[in-house]
């Protein structure tokens, strides 16, 4: 039988991200795939949300890796419980390698909203801010009111990290809300946004195999 409890959460995930992305400036934000995507994009497309539109159980090692390389800006990733338990030897490396400006926070409904809201794990007791705790991270903890939202907006925003908190939300159904579809898209727009205009251009690949492209796109040139 599938737990209910967290359709009676207080706390509504919509307006715990409006909360978190509020007079962001220049705060990077990855979202993880799904519905925390959504969450993100409702609070406000911005060309510094790195929406995930695949790669379940990524979203928190993409969030290590902008950090480690941007150590002078503030990351957030915003991601779910359903996704964060694909990945969870993520955490492992996060609290080894200590990334004083990445703050990771899980949206627990305690289900698996893109499949049918089936059960996660954490709707069976599975403490995630325990297991950030034991993985090394310096703050970790889960907020369930409002006032301990609030409390844990302030330390993400100005305290170092590693910081990981799972904000218990309710389990309900939500209009989509999506953010832009091409992948290289947002890719390019991140980036530009994050290193300047030239970025996306400096970044293109040269051409590998140029003989074996064209050989491809024109049949008559094969052998």
Same mark, same amino acid.
């Given at each position: ?5 967290? *359709?009676?959460?207080?706390?509504? /995930?919509?307006? =715990?991200?409006? =909360?978190?992305?509020? *007079? ?5 934000? #990855?979202?993880? &795939? ?9 609070? +406000?497309?911005?060309?510094? @949300? %790195? !929406?995930?539109? +695949? $790669? ?6 993409? +969030? ?6 941007? !150590?002078?800006?503030? =990351? ?18 996060? +609290?080894?390698?200590?990334?004083? @400006?990445?703050?990771?926070?899980? %949206? ?20 995630? $801010?325990?297991?950030?705790? $034991?993985?090394? %991270? ?17 330390? #993400? /925003?100005?305290?170092?990290?590693? #910081? ?12 989509? =809300?999506? !953010? ?8 390019? /727009?991140?980036?530009?946004? &994050?290193?300047?205009?030239? $970025? ?17 796109? @024109?049949?008559? @040139? /094969?052998?």
């Amino acid at each position: 039988m599938v737990p209910r409890r967290s *359709e009676a959460f207080p706390l509504q /995930r919509r307006e =715990v991200a409006k =909360v978190l992305l509020a *007079e962001r400036g220049d705060l990077l934000v #990855i979202a993880g &795939l799904g519905s925390t995507a959504w969450d993100a994009t409702a609070a +406000g497309d911005h060309p510094l @949300n %790195f !929406p995930m539109w +695949g $790669a379940m159980g990524g979203a928190a090692l993409i +969030g290590l890796g902008l950090a480690l390389a941007q !150590p002078e800006r503030r =990351v957030l990733v915003i991601t779910g419980d359903g996704e964060l338990l694909m990945g969870l030897g993520g955490l492992a490396t996060i +609290g080894v390698q200590q990334p004083a @400006n990445l703050a990771l926070v899980v %949206f627990d409904n305690e289900r698996y909203g893109e499949t049918g809201m089936q059960a996660t794990h954490t709707a069976h007791g599975v403490d995630l $801010a325990g297991i950030a705790k $034991a993985a090394g %991270f310096r703050v970790a903890g889960t907020v369930r009111e409002a006032d301990e939202l609030e409390a844990a907006h302030q330390v #993400i /925003r100005t305290e170092a990290g590693p #910081i990981f908190y799972a904000i218990k939300v309710r389990a309900e159904p939500l209009p989509f =809300v999506l !953010p832009p579809k091409d992948g290289a898209h947002l890719k390019d /727009r991140f980036r530009q946004a &994050l290193l300047g205009p030239d $970025a996306v251009a400096a970044a293109a690949p040269p051409e590998r195999f140029p003989r074996l492209r064209r050989s491809l796109r @024109n049949p008559r @040139n /094969r052998s």
